[in-house]
Nanobody, 115 residues
Framework: QVQLVESGGGLVQPGGSLRLSCAAS????????MNWYRQAPGKERELVAT????????NYADSVKGRFTISRDNAKNTLYLQMNSLKPEDTAVYYC????????WGQGTQVTVSS
């Protein structure tokens, strides 16, 4: 069965960096577009970044452009999100997802940006 497991979240000061990982299994990872979403307290889940199956195309929410980079390693079945210049408004639970006819989500990883 499809499994997505996020990791790498934590507490970081404003201006700091984190790299999130999403380990995928149960499907042919290299065939699918992958996404990072986030959900802040009291807000709707929002799309942060998308990457094509070969890793050559990345799209970003305006709020993270120039600060976040999505990437993937198809040999390791792993999706990444490098987050730099973090701001308090980036505080959220971050999720990876994939759609292969059904929509799958990981359990999420908490990112807290605070001094």
């Amino acid at each position: 069965q499809v499994q997505l497991v996020e990791s790498g979240g934590g507490l970081v000061q404003p201006g700091g960096s984190l790299r999130l990982s999403c380990a995928a299994s149960g499907f042919t990872f290299s065939r699918y577009i992958m996404n990072w979403y986030r959900q802040a307290p009291g807000k709707e889940r929002e799309l942060v970044a998308t990457i094509g199956n070969a890793g050559s195309l990345g799209n970003y929410a305006d709020s993270v452009k120039g600060r976040f980079t999505i990437s993937r390693d198809n040999a390791k079945n792993t999706l990444y999100l490098q987050m730099n210049s973090l701001k308090p408004e980036d505080t959220a639970v971050y999720y990876c997802n994939v759609w292969d006819g059904r929509l799958y989500w990981g359990q999420g990883t908490q990112v807290t940006v605070s001094s």
